[in-house]
């Protein structure tokens, strides 16, 4: 009878390992890893990823590379030049709570984001917006103060203009949080544990195509070395960013390698700068701004630290971003002139290798976020750089929200910067300039148009006229650039590594967005 019992319960333990084995193979389940955890998705905030957000919340419109898609609404028509837009809604859409999606679901999205207008003040449309009506059940009408070009394009942004069923609003309102997340995307939020992991399960009744994947593991992995060692033992079958706090791009080399895992770069996205403020002691001459442009040597920058897989940055946009296709002058790495303008402006090289200007050391700070492994890297060589032109550069890493706070105050010298990529280059960008909270405003103080500047943003983003806009986005480009407020490194590339047998990874148009509901996985032999 013990020895029925003990082959009993080996065969049972036998047959469980092999079913769970079994379970592990066919799972339809792909294990995502992030660095962040998603926090609060709500779209009509900035506290969640935004990866996340796109997955549960979706647009009236989608941005892509041919341009402006239907989505919620299928149909939309522009009128009184441009102040009015009628958009047609889809009537098979349903949130994932069971509401229907109709125009007054729409209207009362659209009012709870106007009622915190000033957290979204940096997207121009909404200051633009006078007002929104109902037309009929399945017909939104959207009435702007003023013609305003990038309308359409902000609508489909990843936030704020993404639409929650409205069980989840609390009083009516989105601004202090929601009850639920339930929106109209292909997945639904299931289960979150902070800082560990988030479950996103399958929406099997959305409208639109449903996803191949039965669920997504968004698994939190704080340490870069942790991530790597979970995609190498199968933990993990995907990563997917665009800048070092996921991965750095020496080990995305080595990773491209290895024959258990593959790699995909996305096109150029966004721009790698060094921002210099113009209104701090020494970095305020435009002299010694032109001198730090001259020293660092992005081409080293782009062979030595991101492995060739970005191309130099001349100007602060590549010519392939809207707009901005047009001549600048090329400041090269040239060490000679680098010097010659720092003695020009009363710096003098001292036996200790580094210039005094009136006794004072000329000594600047360049502050980067600590938790992205690439800009520390690029930091540290950027230090080397200007020691070379007799600058003592301190580096300091810090954390995210401290990080963001310094470009909020304005308390630095230089800061590492990147651009939001398209579709928010250039127009939303360029609107945040305007904008005391973030780092290029701090940055730009100091110059002396600044006043034409911020008033010259305004008139493009108003300006209904193709050309006159062309030569407003010129005037400015070609002002920012001459007074070196920024140093562009790098045009910036999403990184994938994966398992191979995650298929049909492909790239949204912004770097923001991973399209997970494109993917599918193929089943073990």
Known sequence: MKKLLILTVTFFAIFMFIGCQENKKESNELTYASTKDIRDINPHLYRGEMAAQNMVFEPLIINTQ???????????????????????????????????????????????????????????????????????????????????????????MTRPFRFVSPKCFKQNETKNGLSCYSGTGPWILKEHNKNSFALFERNNNYWNKAPKISSIKWKVIPNHQAILLALQKGEVDLIFGSDGDMINLNAFTALKKENSLKTLLSNPIASRAILINTKREITKDSQVRLALAHAINKEAIIKGILNNSESVANTLFSKTTPYSNIDLKTKEFNLKKSNQLLKDSGWILKDDNFRYKDGKLLELKLYYNANNAQEKVISEYIQSNLKDIGVNLKIIGEEKQSFLDRQKSGNFDLQYALSWGVPYDPQSFISSWRVPAHGDYQAQMGLKRK??????????????????????????????????????????RTKVVFNPRVKNITFNLSQYEIPFEKMYLEKTK
């Open 66 to 156: 041919d341009g402006i898609k239907p989505w919620l609404a299928k149909s939309w028509q522009i009128k009184e030049n441009g102040k009015k837009y009628i958009f047609k809604l889809r009537e098979d859409v349903l949130f994932t709570d069971g509401v229907k999606l109709d125009a007054n679901v729409i209207k009362s999205n659209f009012d709870a984001i106007l009622e915190n207008k000033v957290r979204h003040a940096w997207l121009e449309l909404v200051n633009v917006i006078d007002s929104t009506k109902v037309i009929d059940k399945y017909t939104f009408e959207l009435n702007l103060k003023s013609p305003y070009y990038p309308t359409l394009t902000e609508l489909a």
């Open 451 to 492: 006043a034409w500047l911020d008033d010259t943003i305004q008139d493009i983003l108003t300006q209904a006229d193709e050309e006159k806009r062309k030569q407003l986005y010129k005037e400015i480009f070609t002002y920012i650039h001459q007074q070196n407020v920024y140093i562009p490194l790098s045009y910036s």
